[in-house]
């Protein structure tokens, strides 16, 4: 099992700035790549970025390329993301995904096997 943690939720204005943080813990050798996804009030979750751990290839989503940035801390297993140019229509539920599949695209939640608490994130117009 592998647990994962997020934190770094808020409220922000248009235009401000979030970075989310969420740390794993637990069987963590087995995994092969962390997410982020979202989901807003009666809309399914949807994907916003990836990392596969073993070349450090990243994946957006089209709505947050240019925007948001995933990254990760080895040492700390801990992925983040760096939210820029918030915008109101990203007000979500923000969860952390982790995947022990060695192969996928990485951009669909059924490929991930573990998955955090979520963290909310509201941006005002």
């Known amino acids: 099992q592998v647990q994962l943690v997020e934190s770094g939720g808020g409220l922000v204005q248009a235009g401000g700035s979030l970075r989310l943080s969420c740390a794993a813990s637990g069987r963590t050798y087995s995994m092969y790549a962390m997410a982020w996804f979202r989901q807003a009030p009666g809309k399914e979750r949807e994907f916003v970025a990836a990392?596969?751990?073993?070349?450090?290839?990243?994946y957006y989503a089209d709505s947050v390329k240019g925007r948001f940035t995933i990254s990760r801390n080895n040492a700390i297993l801990t992925i983040y993301l760096q939210m820029n140019v918030l915008k109101p229509e990203d007000t979500a539920v923000y969860y952390c995904?982790?995947?022990?599949?060695?192969?996928?695209?990485?951009?669909?939640?059924?490929?991930?096997?573990?998955w955090g608490q979520g963290t909310q994130v509201t941006v005002s117009s």
């Open positions: 990392m596969r751990w073993s070349d450090s290839s990243v």
């Open positions: 995904a982790a995947s022990d599949r060695n192969r996928g695209t990485y951009l669909y939640t059924h490929e991930y096997d573990y």
